[in-house]
C-alpha cells in the first residue's frame, strides 16, 4: 500500500463529521438552544430497518471494554461561559503582545501547556443545527454568531443582513454589491471555469466567503482565508454556510499549503500590501499558484482613476503602486490577460521556459512544500524543469470530475515516497470500502446532514474522493509528522491544510472544540489505542460505541463512532429532548 502502521498515538485515523476547522473558534454567548435530537436518537435506536436515523447497531456488533482495574474517567467541565469564543491560537490578549509589523500578531500564537484550558468549550444560547446546503448558503441562525456588526459597516456591500432571527447573505461583496454569480460570469469569460480546468481556488481576505460560496455550484472548491480581526467572526459565518474557511493572514509565515496547488486565486479588496517587503506576498500567491493558473485582482490599486478620491490617495501613488504590482507579476513569469472596469486577470504561465524577462531571484530551499512555521522568502520558487515549451511543470492535470480519480502526476512521477500507481488504486478502494462501512453504521453520511466534514488523516485524499457530493465538502488534513501527500490532494481537486496534532488528550479536547453539538465522529485503530480515547471521551460528554472491523470480529482494527451530546453553556449536561 505503501502506506505504513505509524504509532497508534501519533497517528490515528479519525475523521470528524459535521465539524468546523481547527483554528476557529467554536462559537459565540452562551444559554439554551435546540439541535435536532440525533445524540438522544443514535443511542436509542435499535430498530435495523430504520435507515433514516443513526443506528449503531446496524450490521455490526458491539465491542464490549471490560477494564476493572481501571480508575474512572477524568471528568472534563464546561468552561466558563466567558470561553465561548475561544480559538486557542488566535486570542486576542495574546495576540497583541506580538509586533504588528508585517502582521505579526494576527499569526498563530499557540499558548504554553500552563496557559491551555482543560475544559469543554460550550454552544452559544440557542444554538441550532445549520440549515442545510443548499439553503445554508444563505441562510445563518443568529443565534449560532451572534454578530451584527457586519450587517451595519457593509450594509451597502450586500455582504449579510439581519432578518428576525437569522443572517442572510445575498451574495454581495465589496467589489461586487450586485452579487457573486455576475461577478464569476465577468471571470469566466476569462477563465474557464465552466469546464472543469479549474477545480481549486484560493481566496485571500474572503469576508464570509461569497466568492467561494457562489463557486461551488459551478463544481469550484475555493479555500477562503481571512484573519480574526475587528470584522467580527467573518470566517466564522463562512463554516456555518458551510464553505471551506480558515483563519489566516499573509503576514511573515508561508501558507499552510503545497506548493502548485491552486488554479486560481483572487483578491477582492483583500487590502494586502502585494508591493511591500519587495513583493513577498505576490511570491506566495505565485508559490502556491499551479502554472497556467490565474490570479485576479479587483480593488485597489486598479481602476484608480475611477476610485482616487473615494480611496484618499493620489493618483500618481496609485498609479505607480499598479505598474509596480505589474512589473512583479511579469518577473514571476505572468501575463495580464484581462483588464476591465474594477477587474484585473493574470495568468501563470505553463513552465519557465515562457519567461521571456529576468524573472525574480530563486528560492534556495529544496522542499518547497516544507512550510509549517516556516516564514516567507522574497524569491520565486522554482518550477519542476520541462522538456518542452508547451509542457506544463509538475505535470498536466485532467479537468474535474476525471481528475479526482486519476492517478496524480506527483504519484506517476514516483515523486511520493513508497506510493505507485497501483497503490494508489488500491488506497481509492480500501477508502471506498471504509465509506460504505461507515453509512452501514450511519446512514445520515452523504446526506445534508453534514456539510463540513474533516479528514484528520488524509493520507491520499481518499475518504474525501469516495464521499465527493455536492452535498459536502471535506477538509484533508495532512499532520506534519506524516508523510506529506497534500500536493497528491490538491491535484485530485480536493482541499486541505498540514496540521501538527499533539498528545491524544490534547486532540481529543480540540476535536471537541471545534465538533458542532450532535456532530459525529470516528475513530478507526487498534482496540488498545481505542480503549484509550473511549476512556478519555467518557468525561467529555461523548456517547460512544465501538463497532467490529467490516471484515469481522478478528480483525484487529475497530471502529469507534462517537456522537458529542447537544448542550449549552449554563446548562449543565443537557440533550435537545430536555429543552
Known sequence: MGFKTRSPLSIFVVICLCCLFYILGAWQKSGFGKGDGIAVQMTKKTDCNIFTELNFETHHNYVEIIEPSQPKAKVFKPCHVKYTDYTPCQEQDRA???????????????????????????????????????????YVHYANVPYKSLTVEKAVQNWVQFQGD???????????????????????????????????????GCGVASWGAYLM????????FAPRDNHEAQVQFALERGVPAVIGVLGSIRLPFPSRAFDMAQCSRCLIP?????GMYLMEVDRVLRPGGYWILSGPPINWKTYYQTWKRSKADLQAEQRKIEELAESLCWEKKYEKGDIAIFRKKVNDKN??????????????????????????????KVSSANEVAGGGLKKFPERLHAVPPQIAEGLVEGVTAESFEEDNKLLRKHLHAYKRINKLIGTTRYRNIMDMNARLG???????????????????????????IYERGLVGIYHDWCNLEDILMEMDRILRPEGTVIVRDEVDVLNKVKKITGGMRWDTKMMDHEDGPLVPEKILVAVKQYWVGGTGNSTSSDQ
Open 96 to 138: 497583541m503582545k506580538f509586533p504588528r509589523e508585517n502582521m505579526i500578531y494576527r499569526e498563530r500564537h499557540c499558548p504554553p501547556e500552563e496557559e491551555k484550558l482543560h475544559c469543554l468549550i460550550p454552544a452559544p444560547k440557542g444554538y441550532k443545527t445549520p440549515f442545510p446546503w443548499p439553503k445554508g448558503r444563505d
Open 166 to 204: 437569522v443572517f442572510k447573505f445575498p451574495g454581495g461583496g465589496t467589489m461586487f454589491p450586485q452579487g457573486a454569480d455576475a461577478y464569476i460570469d465577468e471571470l469566466a469569460s476569462v477563465i474557464p471555469i465552466a469546464d472543469g480546468s479549474v477545480r481549486t481556488a484560493l481566496d485571500t
Open 217 to 224: 455550484k459551478r463544481n469550484v472548491l475555493a479555500m477562503s
Open 274 to 278: 502585494w508591493t511591500a517587503n519587495d
Open 355 to 384: 519567461c521571456h524577462m529576468k524573472s525574480a531571484s530563486v528560492c534556495e530551499s529544496k522542499d518547497a512544500d516544507d512550510v509549517w512555521y516556516k516564514e516567507m522568502e522574497t524569491c520565486k520558487t522554482p518550477l519542476p
Open 462 to 488: 481518499g475518504f474525501a474522493a469516495a464521499l465527493e457530493s455536492p452535498k459536502s465538502w471535506v477538509m484533508n488534513v495532512v499532520p506534519t509528522i506524516a508523510k506529506n501527500t497534500l500536493g497528491v
